[in-house]
């Protein structure tokens, strides 16, 4: 039996402004035994990052238990919170991050804002890696304008993730820095990482963007149904290497 009764796969674009619609910002739903279907707005149009975040906050306060796989970096690596001096606790992460890059404001896009580095916003490196990131082979957080790149999606999405907990509270759970087994009936939103399955299945007429998302979808829906999902939020970690994910996050599947 679920333990979840929706499961939303979403693959994020950190271009533009938070108000632009944009055709990389995807989103699946899939409903245990059936397969993903996209989810739209209302117009019929795009995803706006604000948008989306609108909707998420409703369809999580008012509907069903559900877990939720965003395609960004839901923390940074322990290498930028030394670098700033930081406390190694993700909420105060978050926060602090929030604070010099608003990306969830009015007009305000990555890209400018990191012309800005060195006087509000806090640079890093893309050699600058989580554990997790080390382990699935993925880019740095901070590593810009290359193929598969994360980095842009990351910095415009960190502050939508405060918003959603500050919105929800209790009644979401955002996995691990919540705790890593998720108390029954609330909504989680964990990071995911479509390039980790997304070959296993054809495309059938989708593009890369709704692909990702729609295997986020899939592949939670699956694993929930086949019972995967409690070795998912404790995968076998070392007691160092679970308390240092504490701070830079886990992404969910990662074995």
């Known amino acids: 039996m679920s333990r979840f009764v929706r499961h939303f796969g979403i693959d994020y674009s950190g271009a533009a402004t938070p108000e632009t619609p ?17 989810r739209r707005p209302a117009d019929g149009r795009h995803w706006s990052r604000r948008g989306l975040a609108d909707w998420l906050e409703a369809e999580l306060r008012s509907g069903p238990p559900t877990l939720v796989a965003i395609d960004h970096a839901f923390s940074l690596p322990q290498a930028y919170v030394d670098a700033h001096g930081l406390l190694p606790d993700w909420r105060v992460l978050l926060d602090d991050f929030t604070r010099h890059w608003p990306t969830d404001q009015t007009g305000a896009r990555v890209a400018e804002l990191r012309q800005g580095e060195g006087g509000r916003q806090r640079g890093g490196e893309a050699r600058w890696r989580r554990l997790c990131d080390r382990r699935a082979r993925a880019k740095s957080p901070f590593h810009f ?4 790149s994360v980095a842009s999606s990351t910095h415009a999405g960190l502050p939508w993730l405060s918003h959603l907990r500050q919105a929800l509270g209790p009644g979401l759970h955002v996995w691990p820095f919540d705790g890593w087994q998720p108390p029954a009936g609330v909504s989680v939103l964990a990071e995911g990482y479509p390039s980790l399955w997304n070959q296993a299945w054809p495309r059938n007429g989708r593009t890369p963007d709704q692909h990702d998302a729609w295997t986020l979808a899939q592949v939670l829906a699956q694993a929930d149904t086949e019972g995967h999902l409690e070795a998912w939020f404790e995968p076998a970690l070392a007691s160092e290497e679970r308390a240092q994910a504490q701070t830079e996050g886990w992404i969910l599947g990662l074995v």
């Not at 944009?22 to 996209?38: F, H, K, M, N, T």
Request: a negative charge.
């Open 145 to 148: 304008g290359v193929p598969g």
């Open 22 to 38: 944009l055709s990389g910002l995807r989103v699946y739903e899939a409903l245990p035994g059936g397969a993903p279907i996209e």
